[in-house]
């Protein structure tokens, strides 16, 4: 028998994604952990916890005997293995087994530019990709720019065989992964192992790839999963009943996309915290109702579109959707009509709020209300609930002027984003001239641009590359976007500076106009001062001095306002522009 | 403008105390934070987050520069700072301001013998001894044996001036204070710094010195925190308006003695959550209604024993205790009689159970219920809840046999509980060789007896030293006991093994009475085959042999059953003591 002391069981035990695979199946071994419904044909799939581990360790054997997969050690990522995949029970199974045999998990946001995911794959090196049936057409696509890179394509599908193609080297998951041993002696790998690589959307040039160790993910999620120690729970959630936490029974539906900076966390919070998983492939408001109803979805988060989509889907009346009692709206202003509506339908959705970045794994920016707010009423709450909140416990952030020191809490001084902490990226892979673009001085530069008020709550602004510069002043285009989003009329509106030879740049807004209202140019300046101006939340200088009525509001592939076509195309916006200068713009 | 990579602050930020104590501050510098209530006069100092930083940065600067402290580096510990001290707010701002600055803070448990004492002190070789003024009659008393050790003793209280004294190198806490500044630049130490160390009681030779890195503590507070993430409300508690979390707004009590294992974590805890801590001094029953109803109190950990003196304190209806909403009563079996009168008057008293040691910094094992459970009545959830418990996430904990094999959890077969994970000691302060009979094959073996039941709760059976070898099986004595105490006759039950030829050892118990009860010492015998042979939870074999019942159960100075002293004066409780043996003992 062996003794003495155990540095790597006690001081350095390390903390490993590991850890959280193995809680759900030894707590509820013979409990349903992981449901999936094939968004294309309805279909369910099933698995208890015992299953799901089973099929994780399976995978591991895959990729370890199968494929050679080399693990990695800190400083050395091990062998990258991409996923092309929706939000499927096989894409959960690939989250664990890869990182925890000491991979690295590379999941490949399938809604990029095609050029874009060739990039990725080609510049993380991918040695095997793991593909969804209904994400075979982008493969089929981009083959011939990543065939010399990856060595194998795993396919995977509800339906046996493989399809007909013209990509070699494509398996099968499913007949592979039913030929290995059920059980895996998973290793104590050392804690700084890189475990996934994200990249970015790739707005300003090629997408950026953050890697993230275990240690960094187990510390997000952790400190994630203490929020609720130091939340405040408003006094009408706790009259209305929604005050209490769910704990093990809440049942998650994760509609964010696991290859969107890891699903926001969810894939490692609700294995750790054993949770029943419900995993829809791809959002359709039927599936996302069937599902609620059939496997009692208590929680969600969904963006003001799919709210949208929700309140104007015809069968909705038909579907039970009671069970759910924890919907957060957040990802964008809530205009005020949809709100109404959305408070007759559900009563227990509560507008949320957060910010984060491929960078940050994402998480560090949260809503929650502080001590003293709790017996506010709803309405009050609520506007405290759409700032985009405080830093999580455990961050360093600061909202700073160009020299580092921070701006003064004035709720309008403006200043970028700066953040350091336990889960912040160390560096992109293979990059380092980019990451010494970020990290300066000790601290990670996110390029976002937000103000402080006294309360210590962060708004979001602006993204720092499209604030505009109007004379010695910065206006700030989100800040404008969000403000103008809560006019009853409006849908959508963007701000975009355009060159001018007196300020250098002035404020150009494009708004379109919600189905069955009609509204002018100068109504919406005519908004903006009422509820912006009178409200001391923007000063008169930062109203937009032309003004667009358009259905026409460029996107980029991911959905972003492209402002970069506008600035591009310019002379076609400015024809449809009006000129709103006017009194109410001097200073 | 320096740019690169900063492992530092991404990578390896490290996990340290210092980002507790800046929480409060920057999110509530102007709300009280800490409550001080002076056992003795009854006098009250509060403290906004802002004042108790700042004197918390004085405290930092009375060490390095009046005193020399100096830092530790990983592997070498710092200064080793002593404190003598109960729950006051000097006491938490010695608990943030040594780890901090480097420094090992060593809470002396002063209700050690003083033999006991006067080893702790030695051995750590404490530079600096701080001590409040109720606390130096001991030092008085042990003066002699550690003035050569100790270099400055610095005298804590709330009245100006120093005592008469023959203890040399006493200076003024609060005057020293005065003079330092009161902004501090507290270093980014390496997370692997020593914080602390804690003595063991001793019961079995000299106390033994666990040490306890920042990131140790740091991670079990962190898991801690992240509890109400997993922990299932109970449907019941949800209809009583228990169910919410207070998050920040709860007002914690801390009743443990702060030097006992980190006071079982709460300044970390309450600090962190930036909650309003109400620090009682020592516990008197007064104190505890007064602060209660003054500082609305809401969250409380209490043992049967001070449920007891609250509910026979005369006055108790003059207070108003309403905000007591959080009251958990563990530590020990809670009798049934108590039970039913605590729910009359404390309706919102919940029963837990835990266990930890110093030796895990401590908390490894909490009650809860699991997620099937939730609608299941009081009672039965009140029998989950006095199980000892579940593993804390994060942590491994095993039951095993001899040979290391996990023991059938068939809620019957005992086992020593080892434990790994990233909050238990790595080792004892200056005793390899004491480390060495602990760790053993990569487990902390924690010399206590335990049992497993099919849902995976443990409960604690005994000490391995305190178990009765019965012929070939074992006894344990802490589950008879806490059987014992459950009768509504039983006041308080002793348990241990006296030898027998035939069997080698047999029970023999100890039963006090509860005033106003009659019984007799087959009473005890008839309760426990009626509420433990008879429900599975003992076999018959278990049964003690010889039954005493008796005011004179010997305690050791700390309030834990002395058994080694009926051990060693068997004579006396073998007179006093009647044979039950019968055919109830036959298997």
Same mark, same amino acid.
């Given at each position: 028998?062996? +003794?003495?002391?155990?540095?790597?069981?006690? *001081?350095?035990? /390390?903390?490993?994604?590991?850890?959280?695979?193995?809680?759900?199946?030894?707590?509820?071994?013979?409990?349903?952990? $992981?449901?999936?419904?094939?968004?294309?044909?309805?279909?369910?799939?099933?698995?208890?916890?015992?299953?799901?581990?089973?099929? #994780?360790?399976?995978?591991?054997?895959?990729?370890? +005997?199968? =494929? @050679?997969?080399?693990?990695?050690?800190?400083?050395?990522?091990?062998?990258?293995?991409?996923?092309?995949?929706?939000?499927?029970?096989?894409?959960?199974?690939?989250?664990?087994?890869?990182?925890?045999?000491?991979?690295?998990?590379?999941?490949?946001?399938?809604?990029?530019?095609?050029?874009?995911?060739?990039?990725?794959?080609?510049?993380?090196?991918?040695?095997?990709?793991?593909?969804?049936?209904?994400?075979?057409?982008?493969?089929?696509?981009?083959?011939?720019?990543?065939?010399?890179?990856?060595?194998?394509?795993?396919?995977?599908?509800?339906?046996?065989?493989?399809?007909? #193609?013209? !990509?070699?080297?494509?398996?099968?998951?499913?007949?592979?992964?039913?030929?290995?041993?059920?059980?895996?002696?998973?290793?104590?790998?050392?804690?700084?192992?890189?475990? *996934?690589?994200?990249?970015?959307?790739?707005?300003?040039?090629?997408?950026?790839?953050?890697?993230?160790?275990?240690?960094?993910?187990?510390?997000?999620?952790?400190?994630?999963?203490?929020?609720?120690? $130091?939340?405040? *729970?408003?006094?009408?959630?706790?009259?209305?009943?929604?005050?209490?936490?769910?704990?093990?029974?809440?049942?998650?539906?994760?509609?964010?996309?696991? =290859?969107?900076?890891?699903?926001?966390?969810?894939?490692?919070?609700? !294995?750790?915290?054993?949770?029943?998983?419900?995993?829809? @492939? +791809?959002?359709?408001?039927?599936?996302?109702?069937?599902? !609620?109803?059939?496997?009692?979805?208590?929680?969600?988060?969904?963006?003001?579109?799919?709210?949208?989509?929700?309140?104007?889907?015809?069968?909705?009346?038909?579907?039970?959707?009671?069970?759910?009692?924890?919907?957060?709206?957040?990802?964008?202003?809530?205009?005020?009509?949809?709100?109404?509506?959305?408070?007759?339908?559900?009563?227990? =959705?509560?507008? +949320?709020?957060?910010?984060?970045?491929?960078?940050?794994?994402?998480?560090?920016?949260?809503?929650?209300?502080?001590?003293?707010? $709790?017996?506010?009423?709803?309405?009050?709450?609520?506007?405290?609930?759409?700032?985009?909140?405080?830093?999580?416990?455990?961050?360093?952030?600061?909202?700073?002027?160009?020299?580092?020191?921070?701006?003064?809490?004035?709720?309008?001084?403006?200043?970028?984003?700066?953040?350091?902490? /336990?889960?912040?990226? &160390?560096?992109?892979?293979?990059?380092?001239?980019?990451?010494?673009?970020?990290?300066?001085?000790?601290?990670?530069?996110?390029?976002?641009?937000?103000?402080?008020?006294?309360?210590?709550?962060?708004?979001?602004?602006?993204?720092?590359?499209?604030?505009?510069?109007?004379?010695?002043?910065?206006?700030? *285009?989100?800040?404008?976007?969000?403000?103008?989003?809560?006019?009853?009329?409006?849908?959508?509106?963007?701000?975009?500076?355009?060159?001018?030879?007196?300020?250098?740049?002035?404020?150009?807004?494009?708004?379109?106009?919600?189905?069955?209202? &009609?509204?002018?140019?100068?109504?919406?300046?005519?908004?903006?001062?009422?509820?912006?101006?009178?409200?001391?939340?923007?000063?008169?200088?930062?109203?937009?001095?032309?003004?667009?009525?358009?259905?026409?509001?460029?996107?980029?592939?991911?959905?972003?306002?492209?402002?970069?076509? $506008?600035? &591009?195309?310019?002379?076609?916006?400015?024809?449809?522009?009006?000129?709103?200068?006017? /009194?109410?713009?001097?200073?």
């Amino acid at each position: 028998m062996e +003794s003495g002391t155990y540095p790597e069981f006690s *001081t350095h035990y /390390p903390l490993l994604l590991t850890t959280f695979m193995k809680r759900p199946v030894s707590l509820y071994p013979q409990q349903i952990g $992981v449901v999936y419904r094939n968004h294309v044909t309805g279909e369910y799939s099933r698995f208890t916890w015992d299953q799901w581990y089973r099929r #994780t360790a399976q995978l591991a054997h895959m990729l370890q +005997s199968q =494929f @050679g997969v080399k693990p990695g050690r800190p400083g050395a990522p091990g062998d990258r293995i991409g996923t092309m995949a929706l939000n499927t029970h096989r894409h959960l199974e690939l989250y664990y087994a890869v990182p925890c045999m000491g991979a690295t998990l590379h999941p490949i946001n399938v809604r990029l530019a095609p050029e874009h995911v060739i990039y990725t794959i080609n510049h993380a090196q991918d040695k095997i990709v793991f593909i969804d049936d209904a994400v075979m057409p982008l493969l089929e696509n981009i083959y011939d720019h990543i065939k010399d890179t990856v060595e194998m394509f795993v396919y995977m599908s509800d339906r046996p065989g493989l399809p007909e #193609t013209r !990509v070699k080297n494509l398996v099968s998951y499913e007949a592979l992964l039913a030929q290995q041993p059920d059980q895996y002696d998973w290793p104590y790998l050392h804690e700084d192992t890189n475990a *996934t690589l994200c990249y970015t959307t790739g707005t300003t040039g090629q997408p950026k790839g953050a890697m993230f160790t275990h240690r960094q993910l187990y510390l997000m999620t952790l400190h994630v999963m203490a929020m609720p120690s $130091v939340v405040n *729970t408003p006094q009408h959630d706790i009259d209305a009943g929604v005050g209490a936490r769910l704990g093990e029974n809440a049942v998650p539906m994760l509609n964010t996309p696991m =290859f969107h900076i890891h699903g926001w966390g969810a894939p490692f919070i609700n !294995v750790f915290s054993a949770q029943k998983i419900v995993l829809p @492939g +791809s959002f359709t408001v039927q599936g996302f109702c069937e599902l !609620v109803e059939r496997e009692k979805v208590t929680s969600v988060g969904i963006v003001p579109t799919v709210a949208a989509m929700l309140l104007e889907y015809p069968d909705l009346d038909k579907y039970d959707l009671s069970s759910l009692t924890r919907i957060g709206v957040g990802g964008g202003a809530l205009p005020l009509g949809l709100k109404t509506k959305l408070e007759q339908l559900m009563p227990n =959705f509560r507008v +949320s709020s957060g910010y984060g970045m491929t960078e940050t794994a994402p998480t560090t920016i949260m809503s929650f209300v502080k001590k003293h707010m $709790v017996d506010w009423g709803r309405e009050q709450i609520d506007e405290i609930m759409v700032k985009t909140g405080l830093p999580l416990p455990g961050l360093e952030v600061r909202v700073v002027d160009p020299d580092g020191n921070p701006v003064p809490q004035d709720d309008r001084t403006v200043g970028e984003i700066v953040i350091r902490g /336990p889960w912040v990226t &160390e560096q992109y892979f293979r990059a380092p001239e980019r990451t010494a673009e970020v990290w300066r001085d000790g601290w990670f530069h996110t390029g976002d641009i937000a103000k402080v008020d006294a309360e210590g709550y962060i708004v979001i602004a602006d993204r720092l590359k499209d604030v505009i510069r109007s004379g010695a002043e910065m206006v700030p *285009t989100v800040l404008l976007e969000n403000l103008i989003s809560m006019a009853d009329f409006v849908l959508e509106a963007m701000v975009v500076g355009v060159p001018d030879p007196v300020w250098g740049e002035k404020p150009l807004a494009l708004v379109s106009l919600r189905p069955g209202h &009609e509204a002018s140019e100068q109504d919406v300046i005519d908004f903006l001062i009422r509820h912006g101006v009178d409200t001391g939340k923007i000063t008169k200088w930062m109203l937009p001095r032309l003004v667009a009525i358009t259905r026409d509001i460029p996107k980029t592939s991911v959905g972003k306002y492209n402002k970069k076509q $506008v600035r &591009e195309q310019l002379d076609r916006f400015l024809a449809i522009a009006k000129d709103v200068s006017g /009194p109410a713009h001097s200073q």
